[in-house]
């Protein structure tokens, strides 16, 4: 079963919105990531959260991480057409031990940004 | 140099066929990872490499056996596969500082295999 879903499954937002998708997991985790994907191709992470932080910032980017709820956010600020892409939460599940590690996907968002 | 490269970017076989994927990096990273992807699904991980030893293997058909000849190389060889095995298979890799992992993966852009 997927450790993470995520929510909206799709998204269409005009350029200059702000877009914002959520993942729920089922697990304690050690991080949770989000990841980029565009059509198909190799995955980029984006930004890192840690189980003991809360928000996190990157450029346009803002995670939030509620682990009492198990549920972090990503928001987008002021979208651009480039930002047209498939979203994953990841989490990070492992042993804490080099090697070891399972980054488990979420279940994605796939975001349009109408020009 | 940031890249994970993968080739070849697509591949055709038949069900009695071998190939191989490869993957390689040039960032020093020790850890290197299999993931599967079918379309509009999620990756899904495969195998887990450390220091050129197999340290995950999650529960992969035999038709699929990976190899790390060495510290910037892995391997997927195919064997026999189904054509429910056509997907996106992407190869990643992690950097290693001291033994401390670096969670953050780095992805290459991925095999595209149908399986006829």
């Known amino acids: 079963s997927q450790q993470g879903e995520e929510d909206p499954q799709a998204l269409s937002i005009q350029e200059g919105e702000n877009a914002t998708m959520n993942c729920s997991y089922k697990t304690s985790i050690n991080n949770l990531q989000w990841y980029r994907q565009n059509s198909g191709r190799g995955l980029v992470h984006l930004i890192l959260?840690?189980?003991?932080?809360r928000e996190k910032h990157s450029g346009r980017l803002r995670v939030t991480l509620d682990t009492s709820k198990k549920s972090s956010s990503l928001l987008i600020t002021a979208s651009r057409a480039a930002d047209t892409a498939s979203y994953f939460c990841?989490?990070?599940?492992?042993?804490?031990?080099?090697?070891?590690?399972?980054?488990?996907f979420g279940t994605g968002t796939r975001l349009t940004i109408i020009p | 140099d940031t890249e994970v490269t993968q080739t070849p970017k697509h591949l055709v076989m038949g069900m009695t066929n071998k190939k191989s994927l490869k993957c390689e990096q040039h960032m020093g990273h020790r850890a290197m990872y299999w993931y599967k992807q079918k379309a509009k699904k999620p990756p899904e991980l495969m195998f887990v490499y450390s220091y050129e030893k197999l340290s995950i293997n999650e529960s992969v058909p035999s038709r699929f056996s990976p190899e790390c000849p060495n510290s910037s190389l892995l391997n997927l060889h195919l064997h026999a596969l189904q054509p429910e095995d056509s997907a996106l298979y992407l190869c990643?890799?992690?950097?290693?500082?001291?033994?401390?992992?670096?969670?953050?993966?780095?992805f290459g852009s991925g095999t595209q295999l149908s399986v006829l």
């Open positions: 990643a890799s992690s950097q290693d500082r001291d033994r401390v992992r670096d969670e953050k993966l780095f």
């Open positions: 959260i840690r189980s003991n932080e």
């Open positions: 990841a989490t990070d599940v492992g042993v804490w031990d080099f090697g070891n590690e399972k980054l488990t």
